[in-house]
């Protein structure tokens, strides 16, 4: 039941149709083109096996939990997805994070500079951080794997240095410490889910529009609106557990709202997937990503390309460190260390970003960030060590990379690298 | 059959250090005509279109574009006067689809964004003017394109740009016989379309069905420049191989050609 249509010039091309829309991306994905796949399938499973062992799980306060937990490692993890994108890695963005959220502290609590100066500070530090690497690697012609591994080991030495050899120092700004403790209120989070949702709609519809117009194919309607349908329905139900009153004694402290940090987070992904997505930026990391040489003869300046997402890289680790350092409200040497990296590059990889370079979506971070969020936090409640934890998560990384690696296979195997 | 050369070298000479790789090579691509450039390896052919293209720089020798003595310092030099090479490896993103490809580099844009409609229109016309019609979708990634497609893709990206002389090195290389017959037809159809298109290939039956001249390069000298009609396919043979074939090609070499200097290296001669 598939009709053909002329396109632009009169190169004839088959009219999508929704079955055939779903029929081209079961293609894709037995094709080993997984994308979030694998992730989002790999979450509902998780939380239904949380979910029926322990009640709490399915708890508005856990869930408003979720997000407060797993905010560093989202951020780290959408600037190591534009370092992956280019087949690099920046095994430094956890410290780098621990240094920024540092800076920011020691600003704050020793200088008594307030959060609208100590933060951009801390951003600029990132800034910084991410131009050195780049420019290392780049320039140099240094492996990341090698230049990151080092700044790794240096950087949680300038975070100890930073705190005068291993205190705790404590912010009390309150704007700070609200980032990514405090919720919206019930209004403002309403109002944010329905400008998403009203947002989300226009801009797809809109894209179909311009491209009706120019006689160009476009998407059935139908799986346009199930789209938008679809999103707006994952808002409005967790929008609707969010506002519930959730205190476990609402007399002392009442807790209702939209986590403050998920607008943040939500910004972010909009800002990069726009980026990535949307601008000649972006066009050329992915070019870079999947084929350097084209991308070079292209005359793309590749050595730029390359400084960018280090750089945007250790911004993101350093927004990760912010978020930090105010859930804790207060930094110490191991802020951005143990695992923090190691669930960061999990997340992307497992969200479905390639290791391989070229592949990989910035809601990549958002759902492999979730899906670690998940297993941590269960696991938690479960009552299981944090050794058994560190195992799981291990596999689980140890799977996703698996998944990446035979999917690469399948995708030369059948023509659709 | 239009008299005046689109592109013409003349004298042009490059070496890399002590290595002279081209001797006071000319070369004349008319519009509208597939010029095949033909040589053994190590002639220099790769060195003379990286030279046109402006990857390497020339040494001395000058280039005439449209009748207007032109300097290349760069790629990007070569492009805005219109001249586009299609290399044997493509240079495709196999993660991007075919118009994202197509302009890669060169994105239209409005604003900050990114015209997807607008590229994917010119993308579609382009193909459309070489009457490509196989492709699934615009929106196809080149990954999932057979070796034919790709080669299509690439040659299109080459016309995307009302580019004037296309450079084609080796395009049937790597395909089957249906393929290679297609991207032949292909390469005619640059030409019909008032192209001068210079043809760099091994296969002499490629050369023979689609090129209006040969000229053929032996040790980095234009041994001969001649009409396809005009030779056989064995005299071309010799041009590449000897460089010289009866009375064309390049003079029989005399002692006066190393300088004057003669060292007799014979057994013996040195006593």
Known sequence: MTTTTTTAGGVKVVK???????????????????????????????????????????????????????????????????????????????????????????????????????IPAALVTGVVIGFVLGLLVAKLGIPSFVVTLAAFLAFQGVLLVLLGGGTNISTRNEFFNALNNNNLSVAWSWILAIVAIVGYAAAQLNAMRSRAK???????????????????????????????????????????????????????????????????????????????????????????????????????????????????????PNTGGSNILLYSVGAAVIGGTSLFGGKGKIINAVIGGAVIAVIDNGMTLMGFNSGTKFIVTGLILLVAASVDALARRRAAATGNR | MAATPLLELNGINKGFGPVQVLHDVNLSVYPGEVTALVGDNGAGKSTMVKCISG?????????????????????????????????????????????????????????????????????????ASLSVRTLKSLRQLVASLSGGQRQTVAIAKAVLWNSKVVILDEPTAALGVAQTAQVLELVRRLADNGLGVVLISHNMNDVFAVSDRIAALYLGRMAAQVKTTDVTHSQVVELITGGRSGNIGLPPEKPADFGGDVVDITPGGDK
């Open chain 2, 55 to 127: 990857i390497y720089q020339i040494d001395s020798g000058t280039v005439t574009f449209e009748g207007n003595q032109v300097a290349i310092h760069g790629p990007s030099d070569a492009s805005a006067l219109g001249i586009e090479v299609v290399y044997q490896d493509l240079a495709l993103c196999d993660n991007l689809d075919v118009v994202q490809n197509m302009f890669l580099g060169r994105e239209k844009k409005r604003g900050i964004v990114l015209d997807e409609p607008t590229m994917e229109q010119m993308a579609g016309d382009a193909l």
């Open chain 1, 16 to 118: 999508p149709t929704v079955a055939s829309y779903i029929n081209d991306y079961w293609g894709r994905v037995r094709g080993g083109d997984l994308g979030t796949l694998p992730a989002i399938l790999g979450l509902i499973v998780l939380s239904l096996i949380f979910g029926i062992a322990r009640d709490t799980f399915f708890s508005g306060l856990n869930f408003a939990n979720l997000f407060n937990q797993s905010a560093q490692v989202v951020f780290i993890a959408m600037g190591l997805i534009f370092v992956l994108l280019l087949g690099e890695i920046d095994l430094s963005a956890g410290f780098a994070s621990g240094v920024c959220g540092a800076v920011v502290a020691i600003l704050l609590t020793n200088h008594g500079w307030d959060w609208y100066t100590a």
């Open chain 1, 214 to 332: 120019r006689g160009l194919v476009t998407d059935p309607m139908g799986i346009v609106l199930m789209r938008i349908g679809g999103l707006a329905v994952l808002i409005v139900v967790a929008t609707v557990v969010l506002t519930q009153e959730r205190a476990i004694n609402p007399a002392i402290n009442s807790l209702k709202g939209v986590p403050i940090v998920v607008p943040i987070i939500g910004f972010f992904l909009v800002l990069w997937t726009f980026v990535l997505g949307r601008t000649a930026y972006g066009r050329h990391v992915y070019a870079v990503g999947g084929n350097t040489e084209a991308a070079r003869r292209a005359g793309i300046p590749v050595d730029r390309i390359r400084i960018s997402v280090f750089v945007i890289g250790s911004f993101m680790a350093a927004i990760g460190g912010i978020m930090a350092v105010s859930r804790a409200s207060s930094v110490d």
